[in-house]
Nanobody
Framework: VQLQASGGGLVQAGDSLRLSCVVS????????MGWFRQAPGKEREIVAV????????FVADSVKDRFTVSRDDAKNTVYLQMNSLKPEDTAVYYC??????????????WGQGTLVTVSS
């Protein structure tokens, strides 16, 4: 199983970015997908989750009105649209996937992370 995250970069406060995570090695449409982030000196935190079929999503309160998670099963890709970025959004963003389909028990497989830096 491989997860390849991309789309990070250096932006200014108020800008937007869209992160992508391409997954290979499993039947993507059967899996819940998660986005996490880890800021310097802080613990990793969950940002967003999208269920298989894309019907149900969760977005952390800290980003709820600014970030949106979506997926394209035909492309084996999950997205994180980030709008109105703030300096406190600066972090390495990771995508992750559980060990089993139709499950949200744990997060076993992780992408390599993509760095988002927001300047004020």
């Amino acid at each position: 199983v491989q997860l390849q995250a991309s789309g990070g970069g250096l932006v200014q406060a108020g800008d937007s970015l869209r992160l992508s995570c391409v997954v290979s090695g499993l039947t993507f449409s059967r899996y819940i997908m998660g986005w996490f982030r880890q800021a310097p000196g802080k613990e990793r935190e969950i940002v967003a989750v999208i269920r298989w079929s894309g019907g149900n999503t969760f977005v952390a309160d800290s980003v709820k009105d600014r970030f949106t998670v979506s997926r394209d099963d035909a492309k084996n890709t999950v997205y994180l649209q980030m709008n109105s970025l703030k300096p406190e959004d600066t972090a390495v963003y990771y995508c992750a996937i559980p060990p089993r389909p139709y499950s949200s028990d744990d997060w076993k497989y992780w992408g390599q992370g993509t760095l988002v830096t927001v300047s004020s």
